[in-house]
């Protein structure tokens, strides 16, 4: 039962356009949503967050919007770089009991030169 | 400051072997979370340890097990290897319990089940 999903499990990008990768969730109780950025043999890293009380953060390239009507996140990276090429996770954390996170499934991004 | 450390980098093990990972978490961190990755799975959540003390676990059989050290260094067993155990296994460090901060991952053990 998953419940944040990445549909899209690859995009490819042209360098300078801008790249959105989306991300939808289940339960209305989650609270807070972040976005992780993960290179080949590397651990994830954290991108950007979002708490529930806002429907947009913007930190330079990276803006994350949030739709909770529709349970629906998305990343928007602009203008997109070829260093930017990497597997980007969606995870959100559970409000019952001790927290954690859940994470999608991954995008794989590939932004082209 | 150094980031979060896991050790080995790469492991092959046979079928019914046991394995150990290793996780350093940041400096002052005192919350590690466990990870497994595989393709087309995401992150799965396996467990998370707060101050020496089993806090949350996944959906895991009862072979994975871990445990914190009073440094918050911590440790994953998986006893009675099956194949598909092969994946990345990531370890996580925030400084309070995991969810109410971001997460630090390491860069992760690769586990091969041969």
């Known amino acids: 039962d998953q419940q944040v999903k990445q549909n899209s499990p690859s995009l490819s990008v042209q360098e300078g356009r801008i790249s959105i990768l989306n991300c939808d969730y289940t339960n209305s109780m989650f609270d807070y949503f972040l976005w992780y950025k993960k290179y080949p043999a590397e651990g994830p890293t954290f991108l950007i967050s979002?708490?529930?009380?806002?429907d947009k953060n913007e930190d330079g390239r990276f803006t994350v919007f949030l739709n909770k009507s529709a349970k629906h996140l998305s990343l928007h990276i602009v203008p997109s770089q070829p260093g930017d090429s990497a597997v980007y996770f969606c995870?959100?954390?559970?409000?019952?009991?001790?927290?954690?996170?859940?994470f999608g499934t991954g995008t794989r991004l590939k932004v082209l030169a | 400051k150094a980031g979060v450390t896991q050790t080995p980098r790469y492991l092959i093990k046979t079928r019914g072997q046991q394995v150990t990972l290793s996780c350093s978490p940041i400096s002052g961190h005192r919350s590690v979370s466990w990870y497994q990755q595989t393709p087309g799975q995401g992150l799965q959540f396996l467990f998370e340890y707060f101050s020496e003390t089993q806090r949350n676990k996944g959906n895991f059989p009862g072979r994975f097990s871990g445990r914190q050290f009073s440094n918050s260094r911590s440790e994953m067993n998986v006893s009675t290897l099956e194949l598909g155990d092969s994946a990345l296994y990531l370890c996580?460090?925030?400084?309070?319990?995991?969810?109410?901060?971001?997460?630090?991952f390491g860069q992760g053990t690769r586990l091969t089940v041969v």
């Open positions: 996580a460090s925030s400084w309070n319990a995991g969810g109410r901060t971001e997460a630090f």
């Open positions: 979002i708490s529930s009380i806002k």
């Open positions: 995870a959100t954390r559970t409000t019952s009991g001790t927290y954690k996170y859940i």
